[in-house]
DNA sequence: TATTGTTATACTCTATAACTATA
DNA sequence: TATAGTTATAGAGTATAACAATA
């Protein structure tokens, strides 16, 4: 009766593809010398100057702990600035140098790139299809897309797919 | 002329979609004892009985020295056995017992759990629509379906998301 | 000489908790 | 006393390479 049901390995899919897909991502950032976790970094301070560590690491789903030497890091690279705050001298206020902003912009243009090689299988269709169905299992299952959680946590098993 | 492009970010969805089903499924295997690396052990072994280490490694993408502590924590609690092959006594012959047979079938109701509960927010249509759309993404991208790369290994970047 | 499984070692990434400086 | 940032330490997970037994 039933097809020899595809969906019975979908969530298995899922999570493969979705590996793929960081990885491959990953690939093109280390092309420029980042982690993936440094392009998070870039990509919310380029939204959100003037974000302190602490919050940051709240955006991030990170402890502060961990903040500090990848703040020290593109700091040190030249692609973030800890500026002090008049207000209030305990915190710092983080910012994209130019060289930051610049990579940035390198960081779109993969992000780009990425996108249309992953998807290159399909047609322009069925992409849109997929992008639909995608969102709205992200908004069911209760995550704004804005919110970058998960920098890459201490949760073995993360890593690794369903075996089925 | 372009629609606000939901398919801009579709990897982005696909990496954190990817994640969240490695997860959700990584806590339902850990209810019952088992990593996911342990699930994707005992599954193989329920398709290819007498695997030696060495050939499991190479299924599994792991290098044999890993699978040692693996196959002894599994031995331990009763769940795989070592058996010695009579014609080449180098190498061991993997099996489930009975109880890790059990194991199986646990773990392919989870599956199925997992499955269900992922898709939910989908009318089925939309499921078999996303399944297909995903399988011929896999295809494309050359993963055989069957075969279970990515144990978890050493490679910083693939826990993470891509960060748009 | 090559191969299976094993062990010992080291490396990477991350969290925890104690510490300082400001408030 | 509470909070931002820092440091030191320890832990989990994994790979590498050397090793013993067998072929």
Same mark, same amino acid.
């Given at each position: 009766? $039933?097809?020899? =049901?595809?969906?019975? #390995?979908? %969530? @298995?899919?899922?999570?493969?593809? !979705? ?5 491959? @991502?990953?690939? #093109?950032?280390?092309?420029? !010398?980042?982690?993936? =976790?440094?392009?998070? &970094? ?7 100057? /003037? ?11 990170? &402890?502060?702990?961990? &903040? &500090? ?13 800890? !500026? ?5 001298? #305990?915190?710092? *206020? ?22 249309? *090689?992953?998807? %290159?299988?399909?047609? =322009?269709?069925? =992409? ?10 992200? /908004?069911?299952? !209760? @995550?704004?897309? $804005? ?18």
């Amino acid at each position: 009766m $039933d097809l020899p =049901s595809p969906s019975k #390995r979908t %969530a @298995f899919l899922l999570s493969q593809l !979705g590996a793929l897909a960081s990885s491959r @991502f990953a690939e #093109r950032t280390r092309e420029v !010398g980042l982690t993936p =976790s440094d392009a998070g &970094v870039i990509r919310l301070l380029g939204r959100a100057p /003037g974000l302190s560590q602490r919050s940051l690491a709240d955006r991030l789903g990170a &402890v502060p702990s961990r &903040v &500090v030497p990848l703040i020290d890091s593109l700091q040190v690279r030249g692609l973030v600035e800890r !500026g002090r705050s008049s207000t209030d001298r #305990r915190n710092y *206020e983080l910012r994209l140098t130019v060289e930051g902003a610049k990579m940035l912009r390198t960081l779109r243009e993969i992000a780009e790139k990425h996108e249309a *090689e992953l998807l %290159a299988p399909l047609t =322009s269709e069925q =992409s849109a299809q997929l992008g639909n169905l995608l969102a709205r299992l992200a /908004g069911a299952h !209760g @995550f704004d897309t $804005d919110l970058h959680r998960d920098l890459g946590r201490k949760d073995p098993g993360t890593t690794t797919q369903p075996q089925q």
